[in-house]
């Protein structure tokens, strides 16, 4: 009660953790309240596209996978804000287990999306098909640690929950989704750039091919879109490997994969959306690209209906 007496407010959370936890703590909850924020912020944005996906147009599943990838991101990035501003006492252990479970969903829904994406791309190569699908798995086993762990107690003797230290082993999950994101990555690259080059290896036409200048609108969309999304998960699941493997840095920072989990999903609904609604049109090749890339111009992916409803 001494002690207390020199603090203004003896009953905040941040009373009772050292300085440089506090201060950790804090940086932590800022991460999580700015993920939700740009998440919250991208569904609105496209609400519109959404209500047609759901009322529209048939429900298939791949739209079903997106909208569960879709509501356990949301339903995940609100729980682990109310975990680390709200006095939930008794029930913080609780929510912290929900928290890890519906990461392992949203882990694995999302990643699905890309497994639908190869599989409509190589729908005719089964041992591709197969091994995209193993790969998936090792995401699903590697996002089932996340449920496995996690839990909070009470702090002081205040409501507000404290986290407990996170397992090392957590960092499976962001290890297997990066060798899948990369698979799919370069096979959808390669099937797209391959089928627009038809065989031409000329250095600067191959260089533009590289590029996405010689082939195909749609496929040029894909393929950039599908580098956008490539660049932005794995930058942050290395940042989160890192996170992990490092024995100095502070427990606290382990548990900030919300905004690796909230980039992912939504860069990954974003293509899905845009193949979905055929945003990407189809349109006449140059012609000295033509000329260059030989008279062969089909494009594999000109067929977005059929590839998200396959």
């Keep these: 009660m001494s002690n207390q007496s020199y603090i203004l407010n003896p009953l905040t959370p941040l009373a009772f953790l050292p300085p440089d936890i506090a201060y950790q703590f804090t940086i932590s909850t800022y991460v999580a309240i700015g993920s939700v924020g740009a998440l919250v912020w991208d569904i609105l944005l496209n609400f519109n596209l959404d209500y047609q996906l759901l009322f529209k147009d048939t429900l298939t599943f791949p739209t079903a996978a997106y909208f569960l990838s879709r509501f356990s991101v949301l339903v995940y990035s609100l729980l682990d804000v109310i975990v680390q501003t709200a006095p939930l006492g008794n029930h913080c252990h609780s929510v912290e287990k929900a928290i890890c479970v519906f990461y392992h969903i949203a882990f694995s829904s999302t990643s699905l999306l890309f497994f639908l994406r190869v599989r409509a791309v190589f729908y005719r190569n089964r041992l591709i098909i197969l091994f995209d699908f193993l790969l998936w798995l090792a995401v699903l086993g590697g996002s089932l640690t996340i449920a496995t762990v996690g839990g909070a107690t009470e702090l002081g003797p205040t409501k507000y929950c404290q986290l407990e230290p996170p397992k090392g082993y957590i960092s499976a999950a962001p290890i297997t989704l990066t060798v899948f994101d990369t698979f799919v990555f370069l096979a959808v690259s390669w099937h797209l750039i391959s089928t627009s080059c038809a065989g031409n290896t000329n250095n600067p036409r191959?260089?533009?091919?590289?590029?996405?200048?010689?082939?195909?609108?749609?496929?040029?969309?894909?393929?950039?879109?599908?580098?956008?999304?490539?660049?932005?998960?794995?930058?942050?699941?290395?940042?989160?490997?890192?996170?992990?493997?490092?024995?100095?840095?502070?427990?606290?920072?382990?548990?900030?994969?919300?905004?690796?989990?909230?980039?992912?999903?939504?860069?990954?609904?974003?293509?899905?959306?845009?193949?979905?609604?055929?945003?990407?049109?189809?349109?006449p090749m140059p012609s000295h690209a033509k000329g260059s890339m030989g008279s062969s111009t089909k494009d594999s992916g000109s067929r977005p209906r059929a590839v998200m409803k396959k």
């Design 206 to 283: 191959m260089k533009g091919v590289l590029l996405g200048k010689y082939i195909p609108a749609f496929s040029r969309a894909v393929l950039q879109n599908g580098q956008v999304y490539y660049l932005v998960s794995v930058t942050t699941n290395l940042t989160i490997i890192t996170l992990s493997f490092l024995s100095g840095l502070p427990p606290i920072f382990r548990y900030m994969l919300i905004f690796n989990c909230t980039l992912t999903n939504m860069m990954a609904c974003k293509v899905f959306r845009n193949i979905k609604f055929g945003t990407f049109r189809q349109t």
